[in-house]
């Protein structure tokens, strides 16, 4: 993930409650893998790509990839034109509707619409809805897209504007009897789903152009909606959306104990041809989507798109062998290794969670099953249940009250919100986190975690800021796991503890003790002894607000510009 690098052996002490044995084991284990590209310190200003294979390695990665997912055995028996409306699905491998239009049709014609509302503002608080770095990310997963479409045998066609008004006019000019694409879950994708369908509706067809030689009047162009984004399918669970349980533990428990995970679709190896197509269209710059070119030059810079994808699962599984130790490592903070670095490749679709478990199942047969490899799973399906409990709350998941109704009263002091989105907070686990974001388009989930915390608990702002900010920023990004999170973390969603805090100087002390990744961040701490840089006092900037729980100086009782001490509330 060019220069590779793991976290750094100092930090590893953070898991200091394991038995000084194995915490030694795990540890000769990541400094030996590290040793030979990793340095001994911090590097203030170190780029760490992701994965950290070169073209060509990546390349022949994805391509060995493929030929273990290719099928002979698949038969094509439709007619005519069919289109793959391809949206949050940025994949070949196991993507059925992309399947399903092959099996149905003569020819397959792919499309990306770039839909002009993704480059608009959010919601309430007016960010930009997709910022610089993700959009990188999705052109980067195109032109991927369209080079792995190309190898088997069709295009993709890139076109600007709204989907209820290219695919129609598409279906008509080809003679497509069916739109095929992935179901999304939350309200603005379902309200466009719900106006490609009607504008489909009022496109007429020949009785030839349709996939039936029994057709003798003409139709309209049907609009195919796959579930396809989840490990669990919709339709496998065992009970109702709306019976859904309201606590994760018994979702998983029940999900684990009677359902039954699908196999990765197989696709043949040609899928050509596509139909006649006079110009596929142009994939666009950043600027030319109107926004301001950004280069990531510290932190990890993510490399869009299938190929990448498929390269960083084989390097973290079987090339570096770390998913046996994810458990242990997994709530770092400093470098690309500590975790798994799934999750933008998973929320752009080029990535198929059935084809991760299927990774897992594989290296648990040829080396090893462990708390580790089941604990990928597990987060997995944290991601399903938020997917899932959308479906069950719509739009409350983005109501104040959140889905529980809870009745609150928040502030929205744009300066104090400022210092938090900025990272000048006084506190430098916070502000190393939040210019973390701001560079890289990424942050750890023990990150997320914390500077949530410290906004709707610390601070008392409006949860729907932070959860806009997030929408902007991160490469992840996907309404379902970042709303979701946010209500979990306000207290206004599926926690049952709403009250759940995070101390900073709890968290500082267990998952950042020598400082290494706060120095990182913010290097005018670099200079300060390793057991200071976290709690700095008078050599850093002034705290903005005091702590409800703890103070981050171990000797200076907490002092802020706001003044006063909050009570305290149960901490992590």
Request: aromatic share 12%.
């Amino acid at each position: 993930m060019a220069v590779n690098i793991i976290l750094p052996p100092s930090s590893l002490s953070l898991w200091h409650t394991k038995k000084l044995i194995y915490s030694t084991q795990i540890r000769f284990r990541i400094m030996s893998s590290a040793s030979k590209s990793q340095p001994q310190s911090v590097a203030s200003s170190a780029v760490y790509q992701v994965p950290g294979l070169d073209s060509h390695e990546m390349d022949s990665t994805a391509d060995k990839t493929f030929e273990r997912y290719s099928s002979n055995t698949a038969k094509r028996n439709g007619k005519g034109v069919s289109i793959v409306w391809f949206r949050n699905d940025l994949r070949v491998l196991d993507n059925e509707a992309l399947f399903k239009a092959w099996v149905s049709s003569q020819a397959v014609l792919p499309v990306y619409c770039i839909d002009p509302r993704l480059f608009q503002t959010t919601y309430y608080f007016g960010f930009p809805k997709t910022g610089a770095l993700r959009a990188q990310f999705i052109i980067e997963c195109l032109a991927d897209l369209k080079k792995k479409l190309m190898k088997k045998g069709l295009n993709l066609l890139i076109q600007h504007g709204k989907p209820e008004d290219i695919l129609p006019s598409l279906a008509k000019a080809f003679g497509a009897h069916t739109v095929y694409a992935h179901k999304e879950t939350c309200s603005e994708e379902l309200q466009v789903e719900r106006s490609v369908a009607r504008g489909l509706r009022q496109v007429e067809l020949s009785p030839a152009q349709g996939n039936s030689s029994r057709s003798s009047s003409t139709h309209s162009p049907k609009l195919q909606l796959i579930w396809g984004s989840t490990l669990y399918h919709l339709d496998d669970l065992p009970f109702s959306v709306g019976s859904l349980p309201d606590v994760y533990t018994q979702f998983r428990k029940s999900a684990e104990a009677k359902c039954t995970i699908r196999g990765c679709i197989r696709l043949p190896t040609s899928l050509g041809p596509p139909p006649s197509v006079d110009d596929w269209g142009i994939i666009p710059s950043v600027e030319q989507l109107g926004l301001h070119s950004e280069k990531v030059v510290k932190g990890m810079r993510f490399l869009g798109g299938e190929t990448a994808a498929l390269s960083r699962v084989t390097e973290y599984f079987w090339n570096k062998d770390l998913l046996k130790i994810y458990k242990e490592t997994r709530n770092g903070m400093l470098g690309p290794d500590y975790s798994t670095k799934f999750s933008p490749w998973l929320a752009s679709g080029s990535l198929s969670p059935r084809f991760i478990y299927e990774e897992v199942k594989r290296y648990e047969k040829e080396r090893l099953a462990n708390d580790s490899t089941y604990w990928v799973l597990f987060e997995l399906i944290w991601r399903d249940y938020f997917r899932f409990i959308s479906i069950k709350y719509g739009n409350s998941f983005f109501h104040l009250g959140g889905p529980r109704k809870v009745e609150k009263r928040w502030h929205q002091d744009q300066k104090l919100f400022e210092t938090w989105r900025n990272g000048c907070t006084g506190y430098p686990l916070i502000d190393a986190n939040m210019k973390e974001l701001s560079a890289s388009g990424f942050m750890s989930n023990r990150g997320r975690q914390i500077v949530c915390s410290f906004l709707v608990r610390d601070m008392g702002i409006n949860w729907r800021m932070g959860a806009e900010w997030f929408e902007t920023c991160l490469l992840d990004y996907d309404p379902c796991s970042n709303y979701g999170n946010w209500t979990y973390g306000a207290g206004v969603g599926n926690d049952p503890r709403e009250d759940r805090y995070f101390s900073i100087p709890k968290q500082a002390q267990t998952y950042d003790p020598d400082g290494e990744h706060v120095a990182f961040w913010v290097p005018e701490l670099l200079t300060l002894p390793k057991e200071r840089r976290n709690f700095p006092g008078k050599s850093y900037i002034e705290q903005v607000v005091p702590l409800k729980f703890g103070s981050s100086n171990k000797h200076h009782s907490q002092r802020s510009k706001y003044g006063g001490r909050h009570s305290g509330l149960r901490n992590r």
